[in-house]
Structures are given as C-alpha cells and as structure tokens.
C-alpha cells in the first residue's frame, strides 16, 4: 500500500510539474499576443506532441510574432522562410556550394535547419516548393544531392497561411495538410486584449523583452513524460470509432487517416498533462477535434456546394459516437 502511495504522489506531482512548465511558457508567449491564449496552448501542445501547426488567417494578427516569441521562450534556433512564387526547394533545406580553393562541396544548411521554422505565407508559393517541407515535416531530415542530413529536434514548423480567396495564392496539397497536427485561426483579439497591445506594446518592441523559461532539454523531457500518459483501452476504442464514423459519412469524401488516429493519440496525452492529470479524458479529445481533424477531411462536392464545413461535419460526428462511461466501482 505504501509503495502504491508512494507512486501516486510522483506521478501527481509530475503531472503537476508538467502543467507548470507549461504554464510558464505560455505566460511568455502571451506577453507578444495578447488575448489569444487559447492558441498559444494549443501551440505548445503541438510542439509537445512533436507536431506542426498550420496558422490560418488575415495578415496582422499576430502569426509572425507567435513564432518568433515561441523560439525565444524555449532559447531554441529560430528559421525562417518567407514563401513567395520564385521561392526554389533549395531556399528551404539549403544547397552544396563548390568550394574551388577546397575542390570540394559544401553544404550550406537553410532555413530550415532550426528549432522553430516559420514557413510565412506558405500558400503564396508553387506546390512544388511547399512539398520541400513534406520530408524535414514527416521525417526530420533533408536530402540534398543524395546526402541526408537530420534535423536538430525539437524540430516545429509553424506555417502561416492567407485564406485562399486572397490574389496570389495557391492551395496546400492534400498530402502535405495531413503533415500537420493541427490547423487554427488566429482571429482578431478582443477589445480589451487590443487597447493592451496599444498600451504595452506602443513604443517598444515586445520580442525584445521575451526571455527563455524552458529549454530546449527540457521540451524533449516534457514530450517523453506526455508520451508515457496512461490512455485507457476505452479511450482508443472511441477514437478508432470515431475514425470509422468520418469514413462512413456520407457528406464525407475522406474520413480521418491512421495518422490522424495516431496524431489525436498523441495530442490528447499531452493536453491532458497541460491541464496537469495523468490521463486522458474524452473531453481532451472533443476539444482537441476541431484543430486536429478538420483540415484533414475532405467534404464531398455535393455538401461543398451546400456550403457544409469539414468542421460542421465533424461536430455531428462528435455529437453521434457515444462516448465512453467511466466504470462503476
């Protein structure tokens, strides 16, 4: 019995630990974004869960700044590439360069090659360059002329992307939205969150004040503590059912992949240990749904032009798979 004790106590204050470490990373981040702490959190549960994130939006809400005040507050690398239509895969994951005097080849690493990467306006370039993220996303690596080189972890890509009805825009392969763990909007802060922005951030600029609260030693032992959260066989039994539910739905096109599976597994561990449990609740999934799973489904025509959203479809999914009861003792 004793023993037993002795085990919960370390895995609540562990649990404990994790939600404040958390916490204080978010404080951070949040002293550049005002008012959007819910996408912060979900930021950094991305990172956690050794995803990347897709930022959709107008420009000017703070997308950019997100990124950059992320990197600060973990002292990690920051990269970035600025996408625009003349934009080459070798501006991304770098390029060998002949060294003459040397009579040999260099590689000179991109972008790329950094903790944090911000793929800005990642929809303004051609397919063919944004598919140049597809293996440093799915494989943490690059392969310039036949020599593969890995990617310093943590590794996050944080794309941003203009809505598609904007001039100058190209849509992201399918392939390549499925590379990433979440999708979110930004959207415009509150009244009182912007009359903040003005006061605070007015005369200085407030990247300039963000210091280090993690580091990057520490992010890589708070993603192995989230992935050895306890998840009950219940639990993956309702994801797999919601997963066949998407497939089966006739408004739907293309239900949720193994990856997505796999990605809301993942994802929902660390959400729990952010809100500082040590298991994962079916309400961790329900909030986690729309970020994770949207952009992954496709919608049929029919139900496009009935103006259905990937997101209106997947609440009605939500709303029909019963959800798992915690047993009676």
Same mark, same amino acid.
């Given at each position: 019995m004793a023993t037993s004790q002795r085990t919960a106590t370390r895995t609540t204050a562990s649990a404990g630990s994790f939600a404040d470490a958390c916490d204080r990373l978010a404080n951070a981040v949040e002293t550049v974004i005002c008012g959007?702490?819910?996408?912060?959190?979900?930021?950094? &549960?991305?990172?956690?869960?050794?995803?990347?994130?897709?930022?959709?939006?107008?420009?000017?809400?703070?997308?950019?700044?997100?990124?950059?005040?992320?990197? &600060?507050?973990i002292d990690g690398e920051f990269g970035r590439v600025q996408f625009t239509p003349d934009l080459l895969p070798t501006d991304v994951s770098g390029v060998s360069i002949f060294l003459r005097g040397r009579d040999a080849f260099e590689?000179?690493?991109?972008?790329?090659?950094?903790?944090?990467?911000?793929a800005d306006e990642i929809n303004r370039a051609s397919p063919k360059t944004q598919s140049s993220l597809l293996e440093? #996303?799915?494989?943490?690596?690059?392969?310039?002329?036949?020599?593969?080189?890995?990617?310093?972890?943590?590794?996050?890509?944080?794309?941003?992307?203009?809505?598609?009805?904007?001039?100058?825009?190209?849509?992201?392969?399918?392939?390549?939205?499925?590379?990433?763990? #979440?999708?979110?909007?930004?959207?415009?802060?509150?009244?009182?969150?912007?009359?903040?922005m003005l006061e605070s951030?007015?005369?200085?600029?407030?990247?300039?004040?963000?210091?280090?609260?993690?580091?990057?030693?520490?992010?890589? &032992?708070?993603?192995?503590?989230? &992935?050895?959260?306890h998840v009950a066989t219940p639990l993956k039994q309702y994801l797999v059912q919601l997963a066949e539910a998407t497939r089966a739905h006739?408004?739907?096109?293309?239900? #949720?992949?193994?990856?997505?599976?796999?990605? #809301?597994?993942?994802?929902?561990?660390v959400w729990a240990a952010m809100s500082g449990r040590d298991y994962v609740t079916p309400d961790d999934v329900k909030r986690l749904a729309t970020p994770?799973?949207?952009?992954?489904?496709?919608?049929?025509p029919e139900a496009d032009l009935q103006g259905i959203s990937s997101s209106a479809i997947l609440d009605d999914v939500l709303d029909s798979v019963p959800v798992p009861r915690p047993r009676s003792s």
């Open positions: 959007k702490r819910d996408v912060i959190d979900l930021v950094i &549960a991305a990172l956690l869960a050794d995803g990347h994130v897709l930022l959709e939006d107008i420009p000017g809400v703070g997308k950019t700044s997100l990124a950059k005040a992320l990197a &600060a507050a590689f000179r690493p991109g972008p790329v090659f950094a903790n944090i990467v911000l440093a #996303m799915a494989e943490r690596q690059v392969t310039v002329d036949g020599t593969t080189y890995e990617l310093t972890a943590p590794f996050l890509v944080i794309a941003t992307q203009n809505p598609i009805e904007h001039e100058g825009t190209f849509p992201l392969p399918d392939s390549q939205l499925d590379r990433f763990l #979440m999708r979110i909007d930004v959207g415009y802060p509150g009244a009182a969150a912007e009359l903040a951030h007015g005369q200085v600029n407030p990247l300039d004040s963000v210091q280090p609260v993690l580091s990057t030693r520490e992010i890589l &032992a708070l993603r192995d503590a989230a &992935a050895g959260l006739p408004q739907l096109e293309l239900g #949720m992949s193994p990856r997505a599976t796999l990605s #809301m597994l993942r994802v929902s561990r994770v799973l949207a952009h992954r489904l496709l919608v049929t």
